[in-house]
């Protein structure tokens, strides 16, 4: 039962980090989520950059079950 358990709350803290990742880098690609002093088009390609790896990210793991 411990077991399970382990594998449910890693699932669901693996799920938590992807949904917070996709967030933060949509908000950054909407302009919605600035960084201060920072060029907001760099802001956008730092945004895309985490989306994108974000999802490589979610598909690796897919395929390595």
Known sequence: MAKQNSTVLSFLAWFVGVMVS???G???TG???VIPYIPEVVTIIVGWIVVI???VGVVMA???K
């Open 53 to 55: 790896t974000t999802l």
């Open 31 to 33: 302009k919605t989520l």
């Open 22 to 24: 996709l967030a933060v």
């Open 62 to 64: 897919i395929l390595r």
């Open 26 to 28: 949509f908000g950054m």
